[in-house]
């Protein structure tokens, strides 16, 4: 992918993420707009590359996303319905939403090796990028116990994600 429509496809997120660190952080009910958005954009992205992918670690690594995120997803759910908390969209989880539209839409567009490191190296970004805003903007920000317990405790996959996805990387770099 080139590094202008990279810049195009991160910069929304990035310019969010900012926004919310200069406020006084999401609510729990704009916490979980985000988590849910950020989780289907990459099982969006992730089911795309399932189909497209000619390379069985880039297939078995998709396959990886969707599940988690999927599961991620669940358990997001899960407990805004036990919490009757209604997730409300804001600017964060609606960039989320158009970056993942964007990105896949931009996959769809690329075949074979080129398709492969567009779509890792987006994941390399995306799961620093999430990765970041747990650590600094929501679990700080969750004020319901519950919502900050499952916030910690899918942080070290996401970190496992981000680490395998550095590995396919580094091995795609050299592919034509």
Known sequence: MNAIRWLLLTVP??????????????TDPQIAAIVVAANQ??????????????SKDVK???QRMVTDHTSVNQAAVNLVNK????????????SLTKG?????????????????????DHEVTYHEQVIDAL????IPSAKNAELKELLVKVRPAFVAHLDHAKHLQASLANVQ
């Open 13 to 26: 997120v990035f310019a969010s993420a900012i926004a919310l660190a200069q406020s006084p952080g999401p």
């Open 41 to 54: 954009a990459d099982i969006d992205a992730g089911k795309l590359a399932e189909s497209k992918t000619q």
């Open 60 to 62: 078995a690594f998709a």
């Open 83 to 94: 919490l009757g908390v209604k997730p409300a969209a804001n600017p964060t989880s609606d």
């Open 100 to 120: 993942g539209e964007e990105n896949t839409a931009n996959l769809k567009t690329l075949q074979g090796a080129s398709f492969d490191r567009a779509y890792i």
């Open 135 to 138: 650590d600094k903007t929501l």
